[in-house]
């Protein structure tokens, strides 16, 4: 392990960071709330142990291998959430436990949504924008960003892409990566404008235009409300809450093909995208006909209204919140929990075991009736009309059978902290897939859980951010030997 190019990287990366820490200042200055002191702490923290990382070994030239990629993705996503957590700590209006800010910062990052906080409409707008800001940076992954910058400043990029893209999903749309990494984030950015915008058109106000498109886009579910989305009570604003969600869980390489060769159809033509726009819209019918059947709205319109939009939002893994779909009919909020478990496209910032590996899996169990009804057949499967390779079937059950393993364990081991049931299978999903908003006990926000169980949700969310395999690498005998 080659110990000198991690340091440096991360090193690195921590400067890069720091640069971040200087929005909410200037938000701070408009609003005169007094809370610039603690950011400029956190940006002279950040900064300096960015320099002592970076400075020891900033002439090594070591070639830059996956696992010190592996190693630096992990890493420095831990490390990252400990210097975002510094505001909430040094903030006088929140009075935060470590626990409760590091959870608060890692859920930002990973895009999870899950809040300890409560009383957001009377929390200095510097600390509700700093919070919105960390979701729209670990949207598309702040690594990513780190390939399109590192290259101009002697660090190679190309492991550390893989690491933190351990999908099957996720193609090098350029030849070379750190004109991929520019390439994504130019259509995130351009998303990004146009939603705030669009929520600005639609009536919110100039800041919460700009924090709902943050968080919208990363398919993250903060808000600047306690009452989420549902504190407009506006068909407008939940309409473009419905199409940025939408567009943010398609795989942004398919954004890419369908901008590059200025055709929508190219959309279509794609089998992830058509398997999840019938998904949606399954999950759409479904809500809302069972809300109109059970007379839970009064019309067959406002059932469509909350049945779409929380349909839309569980689905893509967001988490915003229209209503307390908590109090709906005890079918729906699991299955709308459940629905969040295949979550979006790969290769968007969705969370979840995304469409395609369950189109994969559900195809291999097609596959599999068939061979025992004919013995001798050869069927393949495909994708997009090409046979998909063994190794990348091999990979996606390999995928789900960690998932599978990871959930039970951390579910059982909120269980051991005193959650019941319910809250403890909710936590964990919500969790795991990156989605925030949870059943039980954790229905209104994570602040009454125990410290032990904010920590293992907080390695949870980390979890489902890197897609499990990078960090379950990290952890495994074989990565350490030398």
Same mark, same amino acid.
Request: proline share 2%; charged share 10%.
């Given at each position: 392990? %080659?110990?000198?190019?991690?340091?440096? !990287?991360?090193?690195? #990366?921590?400067?890069?960071?720091?640069?971040?820490?200087?929005?909410?200042?200037?938000?701070?200055?408009?609003?005169? %709330? %007094?809370?610039?002191?603690?950011?400029?702490?956190?940006?002279?923290?950040?900064?300096?142990?960015?320099? #002592?990382?970076?400075?020891?070994?900033?002439?090594? !030239?070591?070639?830059?291998?996956?696992?010190?990629?592996? +190693?630096?993705?992990?890493?420095?996503?831990?490390?990252?959430?400990?210097?975002?957590?510094?505001?909430?700590?040094?903030?006088?209006?929140?009075?935060?436990?470590?626990?409760?800010?590091?959870?608060?910062?890692?859920?930002?990052?990973?895009? @999870?949504?899950?809040?300890?906080?409560?009383? +957001?409409?009377?929390?200095?707008?510097?600390?509700?924008?700093?919070?919105? %800001?960390?979701?729209?940076?670990?949207?598309?992954?702040?690594?990513?960003?780190?390939?399109?910058?590192?290259?101009?400043?002697?660090?190679?990029?190309?492991?550390?892409?893989?690491?933190?893209?351990?999908?099957?999903?996720?193609?090098?749309?350029?030849?070379?990566?750190?004109?991929?990494?520019?390439?994504?984030?130019?259509?995130?950015?351009?998303?990004?404008?146009?939603?705030?915008?669009?929520?600005?058109?639609?009536?919110?106000?100039?800041?919460?235009?700009?924090? &709902?498109?943050?968080?919208?886009?990363?398919?993250?579910?903060?808000?600047? &409300?306690?009452?989420?989305?549902?504190?407009?009570?506006?068909?407008?604003?939940?309409?473009?809450?419905?199409?940025?969600?939408?567009?943010?869980?398609?795989?942004?390489?398919?954004?890419?093909?369908?901008?590059?060769?200025?055709?929508?159809?190219?959309?279509?033509?794609?089998?992830?995208?058509?398997?999840?726009?019938?998904?949606?819209?399954?999950? !759409?019918? $479904?809500?809302?006909?069972?809300?109109?059947?059970?007379?839970?709205?009064?019309?067959?319109?406002?059932?469509?209204?909350?049945?779409?939009?929380?349909?839309?939002?569980?689905?893509? @893994?967001?988490?915003?919140?229209?209503?307390?779909?908590?109090?709906?009919?005890?079918?729906?909020?699991?299955?709308?929990?459940?629905?969040?478990? $295949?979550?979006?496209?790969?290769?968007?910032?969705?969370?979840?075991?995304?469409?395609?590996?369950?189109?994969?899996?559900?195809?291999?169990?097609?596959?599999?009736?068939?061979?025992?009804? &004919?013995?001798?057949?050869?069927?393949?499967?495909?994708?997009?009309?090409?046979?998909?390779?063994?190794?990348?079937?091999?990979?996606?059950?390999?995928?789900?059978?960690?998932?599978?393993?990871?959930?039970?364990?951390?579910?059982?081991?909120?269980?051991?902290?005193?959650?019941?049931?319910?809250?403890?299978?909710?936590?964990?999903?919500?969790?795991?897939?990156?989605?925030?908003?949870? +059943?039980?006990?954790?229905?209104?926000?994570?602040?009454?859980?125990?410290?032990?169980?904010?920590?293992?949700?907080?390695?949870?969310?980390?979890?489902?951010? #890197?897609?499990?395999?990078?960090?379950?690498?990290?952890? &495994?005998?074989?990565?350490?030997?030398?």
């Amino acid at each position: 392990m %080659q110990f000198s190019i991690v340091f440096k !990287t991360i090193g690195l #990366l921590l400067m890069v960071f720091s640069l971040t820490q200087l929005p909410p200042i200037v938000v701070d200055m408009i609003y005169q %709330q %007094q809370e610039a002191f603690s950011f400029v702490i956190a940006f002279t923290l950040t900064l300096i142990s960015g320099l #002592l990382l970076y400075l020891p070994f900033r002439n090594s !030239t070591k070639d830059f291998r996956i696992r010190e990629g592996v +190693l630096v993705v992990v890493s420095f996503w831990f490390v990252l959430s400990l210097f975002a957590a510094t505001p909430f700590l040094l903030s006088n209006s929140l009075d935060m436990a470590f626990s409760d800010a590091f959870f608060e910062s890692m859920s930002g990052l990973t895009t @999870t949504g899950a809040t300890v906080l409560s009383g +957001l409409d009377d929390l200095p707008k510097a600390i509700l924008y700093y919070r919105q %800001q960390l979701q729209w940076l670990g949207g598309m992954g702040i690594i990513v960003l780190a390939v399109a910058i590192l290259p101009m400043l002697g660090v190679g990029g190309m492991e550390l892409y893989h690491a933190e893209s351990s999908g099957i999903s996720k193609d090098r749309l350029t030849p070379k990566l750190a004109q991929t990494a520019k390439a994504l984030w130019k259509i995130y950015l351009s998303f990004t404008i146009i939603c705030a915008v669009a929520y600005y058109w639609a009536g919110m106000s100039a800041f919460d235009a700009i924090g &709902h498109s943050y968080s919208t886009v990363a398919i993250g579910g903060f808000s600047t &409300h306690d009452l989420s989305i549902g504190y407009f009570d506006s068909v407008m604003i939940e309409s473009v809450a419905i199409v940025f969600m939408f567009l943010a869980g398609v795989n942004f390489s398919l954004h890419f093909f369908v901008w590059r060769k200025k055709n929508v159809f190219e959309f279509f033509k794609d089998s992830e995208f058509k398997t999840y726009l019938t998904f949606l819209a399954t999950m !759409t019918i $479904v809500t809302t006909f069972y809300l109109w059947n059970a007379e839970y709205y009064q019309s067959i319109e406002g059932s469509f209204r909350q049945g779409i939009f929380q349909s839309v939002s569980m689905a893509t @893994t967001t988490g915003f919140i229209s209503t307390n779909f908590s109090l709906w009919p005890l079918i729906l909020p699991v299955l709308l929990i459940f629905a969040s478990f $295949v979550g979006a496209c790969a290769g968007s910032t969705g969370g979840g075991i995304k469409i395609v590996r369950a189109l994969l899996m559900f195809k291999l169990a097609m596959k599999e009736i068939k061979k025992f009804i &004919h013995p001798n057949a050869q069927i393949n499967i495909k994708l997009n009309q090409r046979s998909v390779a063994e190794s990348t079937l091999v990979s996606v059950w390999g995928f789900f059978s960690l998932y599978v393993i990871a959930f039970i364990f951390i579910m059982i081991a909120l269980m051991f902290t005193g959650m019941d049931q319910v809250t403890s299978f909710s936590a964990t999903a919500a969790s795991m897939n990156n989605l925030g908003p949870g +059943l039980g006990d954790v229905s209104q926000n994570y602040g009454s859980i125990s410290e032990s169980a904010k920590w293992i949700l907080s390695f949870s969310m980390l979890l489902g951010r #890197l897609e499990i395999l990078t960090l379950m690498a990290l952890l &495994h005998k074989a990565f350490w030997r030398f």
